[in-house]
């Protein structure tokens, strides 16, 4: 999200503890939504992975970070579908939570095993 260009919101530790967390999950084409400076990007295969936020030098820190990786501000993607969706500290900043939900679920999500996988603070 806006202002982690570089995660200076989020101590070391509890990043750590949150990609720790959501490593297992990262399985097929990955969609991280609010990815920051990318740092789940070290643990997708770049042809499968597509980082997304609206700051945009949080996008530049990841694209010189990540270089290959997708990363972009908007979601531009109509059509694409995603095994798993990634929102780690993203949801308490969406204005309606299962609004969002509900249209990942719709829109991204149309493989049977796909997965949602968010995390909060």
Avoid: W
Avoid at 56 to 61: C, E, K, R, W
Avoid at 83 to 95: C, F, K, Q, R
């Amino acid at each position: 999200m806006a202002d982690q260009s570089a995660e200076g919101m989020l101590s070391p530790f509890l990043r750590r503890q949150r990609i720790s967390a959501v490593r297992p999950f990262l399985q097929g084409r990955v969609l991280d939504i609010g990815c920051g400076s990318g740092a789940l990007a070290a643990y997708v295969d770049k042809a499968n992975y597509v980082g997304i936020d609206p700051d945009p030098v949080s996008i530049a820190t990841a694209r010189n970070s990540f270089p290959g990786h997708t990363f972009i501000q908007r979601l531009t993607l109509e059509g694409d579908t995603f095994d798993t969706v990634v929102a780690l500290a993203v949801i308490e900043h969406v204005p309606d939570p299962v609004v969002f939900l509900t249209g990942l679920k719709a829109n991204l999500l149309c493989v049977p095993s796909a997965r949602i996988v968010c995390t909060t603070p």
